[in-house]
């Protein structure tokens, strides 16, 4: 199976940065997504990186390195919303789709 | 109705009862998919139709059965679960099977067996 870690939570300032980080080992490599899911609520999508190098969407911004299987997102100019659960999910060689268990970010104010 | 929506919310059955889950996709996407969202772990994929075709064969108990009549709607009929089984089900769609495009999900079934 897949390999997907990224840790469990995170606590952070209103106002700061946070960097989510995710390491994953699979088989082959089409593409890392990132999803936000708010307690009680569906995922929705943030990001999509199959290149190297960063995406910026907004205050989002997401890292990937192929080579060591890594990939970080970051939240600047955090906000009391974006209190939720981050989740990296990595689709392998045959197009499969895997989930990390996700990282809870608290924001204080 | 637009986006991904599921019916029930919750539910809450007993191991004998035969239940069905409900889900419906409003943006003519050609792939849906079942996951399972237990605490703490990461969302398992349970199946994945294309084009009303069932393209994954996972590992899902077969008190778990899938139906998919058409490209919008999508079914998980559940008999005889186990306690174990508790855990929020989650349904989501994607333009195409694979490549780039991002799932989109429902708000889920957040399902209890006593």
């Known amino acids: 199976g897949q390999n997907i870690d990224q840790p469990t939570e995170m606590t952070a300032t209103e106002g700061a940065i946070v960097q989510i980080n995710c390491t994953y080992q699979?088989?082959?490599?089409?593409?890392l997504f990132w999803y936000q899911q708010h307690a009680g609520e569906a995922p929705t999508f943030l990001s999509y990186?199959?290149?190297?190098g960063l995406e910026e969407k907004g205050r989002f911004s997401s890292f990937l390195s192929r080579s060591k299987g890594y990939s970080y997102l970051l939240l600047k100019e955090l906000q009391m919303k974006d209190s939720a659960s981050y989740l990296c999910a990595v689709r392998d060689g045959d197009y499969k789709l895997s989930f990390g268990a996700g990282t809870t970010v608290t924001v204080r104010a | 109705e637009t986006g991904v929506t599921q019916t029930p919310r919750h539910l809450v059955m007993g191991m004998t009862n035969k239940k069905s889950l409900k889900c419906e996709q409003h943006?003519?996407?050609?792939?849906m998919y079942w996951y399972k969202q237990s605490a703490k772990k990461p969302l398992e994929l349970m199946f994945v139709y294309s084009l009303e075709e069932r393209v994954e064969n996972n590992s899902v108990p077969s008190r778990f059965s899938p139906e998919c009549p058409n490209s919008s709607h999508l079914f998980l009929h559940l008999h005889t679960l186990q306690p174990e089984d508790s855990a929020l089900y989650l349904c989501a769609s994607s333009q195409e099977y694979g490549s780039s495009y991002e799932q989109y999900f429902g708000p889920g079934t957040r399902l209890t067996v006593t």
């Open positions: 990186n199959v290149l190297d």
């Open positions: 699979t088989s082959g490599f089409n593409g």
């Open positions: 943006l003519g996407h050609n792939a």
